[in-house]
């Protein structure tokens, strides 16, 4: 899921999963248009419109909104109201830094949490994705959501209620977010896989330190190649009116 390792952007929004209540069904939808950009980021966020727009009742829209707050995707601040979170070159190198360290602490734990079936399922799911062409080509390497996300998976696997919280249930979401609506191609597609590869292999031996080190190392090498694409006119790209 590394920002910088060959992300490839979809023109699609992502799929909503299956939701049980009206709430459900329209957090889903909201944080979809929200990450592909649909909901501008920065724009305001109108009860009433949205309950328009959507065909839903004002207090569906309020609980779904709240959940957005939750998951750090819309911000509230008093006589202000709501508003979808901004984007900034800032902002998305911040996020690099703290996936840097919650990451690798999460393959630490998952070097001693998950099962050996758990590590077999994650070494399958890497067969898989060597198997899109444009990986092979050394040209993107793009990741579904959810369980078909390695990082995703890993976090999961450290089997610690507060990291999955802040990764899983917060910050992954902010993190499509940026690769949707700035998402920049890069060399790295290639490494990033091998890197994973290897980060799988660390945690098959149960060597937790060797796990996070080797995260922290691939966290790290996406944020340079993302610095240097900055230094190339990235910050144009997130600040267009200068």
Request: with cysteine; aromatic share 6%; glycine share 8%.
């Amino acid at each position: 899921m590394a920002f910088g390792s060959g992300f490839n952007v979809l023109n699609t929004c992502i799929a909503q999963p299956i939701a049980s209540t009206a709430v459900d069904m329209l957090f889903h939808r909201l944080r979809g248009d929200i990450i592909c950009g649909q909901i501008a980021a920065g724009s305001k966020v109108n009860e009433a419109e949205l309950s328009r727009q959507y065909k839903v009742g004002r207090s569906t829209v309020r609980e779904a909104l709240a959940r957005l707050v939750s998951a750090c995707l819309v911000s509230r601040k008093a006589n202000a109201g709501a508003r979808v979170i901004e984007l900034s070159v800032h902002g998305l190198l911040e996020i690099y830094h703290v996936r840097e360290a919650l990451e690798g602490m999460a393959c630490r734990l998952a070097a001693q949490n998950m099962t050996g079936a758990e590590i077999a399922e994650l070494q399958q799911l890497l067969e898989e994705h060597m198997q899109n062409s444009e990986l092979q080509e050394g040209r993107a390497y793009y990741q579904k959501e959810g369980d078909l996300d390695f990082h995703y998976r890993l976090v999961k696997g450290s089997a610690n209620s507060e990291l999955i919280r802040l990764l899983c249930d917060e910050l992954y979401a902010k993190v499509r977010m940026y690769r949707y609506q700035f998402g920049m191609l890069s060399p790295r597609a290639s490494d990033a896989f091998s890197e994973h590869r290897h980060i799988v292999q660390a945690i098959a031996d149960r060597d937790g330190e060797m796990a996070e080190m080797l995260m922290r190392r691939h966290i790290r090498a996406s944020r340079i190649n993302v610095e240097r694409q900055m230094d190339g006119g990235l910050d144009l790209a997130l600040n267009p009116a200068g």
